[in-house]
């Protein structure tokens, strides 16, 4: 549709001045180094579907290395290339990154293949990429600055709300994307093109996953599980069965997706009151997906995917102890007992501990203690209990937790005359 033809006016009301700005002097640079210049994939999908998204990725048809490092000089940023892939990223002065690829220009071909067909270098680049709605690009070059290029109608999928591969052996090549697939089904409400269903449904039967490496399968379904509404896109997995396909011995059963759901309640909650907090929130859904799975089992699955080690241990925490946990927090008298029990565990286990199915009491133990219990902290420091005789040593740790632990059992109230009477009781008592 010619709305769309040129979205530099788009461009404009959407990004921030400052990024837009820097795309067009980024063009600008591109006319003096004589090279064409694009920004293609997820940004231009989200710009005409309407969906933030600030990743800008350039590519350049030439060497985007050259140009990245040409770039950075101009501009005064820092640069890293990775010159295997002919890939660059840019890092900015206020921090802004933009990640630059080479459109091949040279041309590989297998000996005795036909001459393949004289082809712009960035159309043979988009033309490797997994779905239509990715392969629109927009031209950043200032004379045709905004123009936006469809050369295998991705404009038209968007309209019709569908996904589409560009070729029949597209889950062949790359199997992941049948995962990828079915995600951005969920994100954006599509469904899957006819034809591209039939040819995941095959990809599935012939069970092309297992040709995988792990750690590829594990990054995309991270991927799914940092989306909104994970529980949906499983639930299309299930669907194309596609989790037995990937894990035989799970079965995707009502209590895990109300698990499911709770953590997505959780993470909505925790990502209001903590947005500064940096939480691996992909790691609750495995831990959801995986808990009461014979651990060996798990274990095989978790080194399969070769999760990284950091996060394979989180999870194993989570799976180990996390039932017997919640059942110890239900039974503690005391908030005290109970802080005493979740102290100094990872963000990520208290967030699952908050999920759990419970009752309403043992739940709110934990939430009080991730909203308020964890920051208590008496009025009375050290210097408080020196000025009362004390020698300093572990006795003064102590006396401050006991204070800590009377204002969370709301034996104590937040008031400093108070919590000094309190706390010179428990100095003579130690003094005696
Ligand atoms: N791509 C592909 N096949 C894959 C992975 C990626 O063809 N298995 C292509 C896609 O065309 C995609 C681009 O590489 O547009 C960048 O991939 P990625 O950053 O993973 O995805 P985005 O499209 O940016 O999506 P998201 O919004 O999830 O970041």
Redesign the pocket.
């Known amino acids: 549709s010619p709305r769309f033809k040129n979205v530099a006016a788009k461009l404009k009301e959407v990004l921030p001045e400052e990024l837009f700005n820097l795309i067009k002097e980024i063009g600008k640079f591109a006319d003096e180094r004589k090279v064409n210049a694009y920004i293609i ?3 231009v ?2 710009l005409i579907i309407g969906r933030k ?1 600030f ?1 800008v ?1 350039i590519v350049i048809e030439g060497d985007a290395t050259v140009f990245a490092k040409e770039l950075a000089k101009r501009f005064g940023a820092k640069v890293h290339t990775y010159e295997r892939f002919k890939t660059a990223t840019v890092v900015f002065k206020g921090g802004k990154r933009i990640d630059f690829a080479s459109a091949r220009t040279e041309v590989y071909r297998a000996p005795g293949a036909l001459p393949e067909v004289d082809m712009a270098p960035l159309k043979k680049d988009l033309m ?4 239509t709605i ?2 629109l690009a927009i031209k950043i070059n200032e004379k045709e600055f905004g123009k936006l290029i469809d050369f295998f109608g991705g404009l038209k999928d968007i309209k019709d709300k569908k996904i589409r591969v560009l070729h029949s052996l597209s889950f062949v090549e ?1 199997p ?2 049948i995962l ?1 697939a079915l ?1 951005f089904a969920t994100r954006y409400r599509f469904e899957l093109g006819k034809h591209t269903e039939r040819l995941l449904k095959i990809a599935v039967q012939r069970k092309l996953f297992k040709t995988v490496e792990g750690q590829r399968i594990y990054h995309e379904l991270k ?1 799914i599980f940092l989306e909104d509404n994970p529980l949906r896109v499983m639930n299309k997995l299930e669907k194309y069965r596609i989790i037995s396909s990937l894990f035989p011995s799970i079965s995707w059963d009502r209590f895990k997706k109300d698990l499911f759901e709770r953590i997505r309640k959780v993470i909505i909650w925790h990502k209001l009151n903590f947005p500064e907090k940096e939480t691996k929130y992909h790691i609750l859904y495995f831990g959801a997906l995986f808990l009461r799975e014979p651990l060996n089992r798990v274990e095989k699955y978790i080194k399969e995917l070769a999760v990284p080690q950091k996060e394979a241990e989180l999870l194993f925490q989570i799976l180990k102890n996390s039932l017997p946990l919640i059942k110890k927090v239900r039974l503690a008298g005391k908030n005290s007992e109970v802080y005493e029990l979740l102290q100094n565990l990872p963000e990520e286990f208290l967030l699952f501990l908050a999920a759990l199915p419970q009752d309403e009491e043992t739940r709110n133990r934990v939430l009080n203690y991730l909203k308020s219990w964890r920051f208590i902290k008496p009025l009375v420091n050290g210097e408080d209990l020196k000025s009362m005789g004390l020698k300093p040593g572990p006795v003064f740790k102590k006396i401050l937790s006991k204070l800590k632990y009377a204002i969370i059992d709301g034996e104590l109230p937040n008031d400093r005359e108070e919590q000094l009477t309190r706390a010179k009781e428990l100095v003579d008592a130690e003094k005696r």
């Open positions: 994939g997820g940004f999908r989200d998204n990743d990725d490797r990429r997994d779905f990715n392969t790359d992941t994307r990828r995600r991927q």
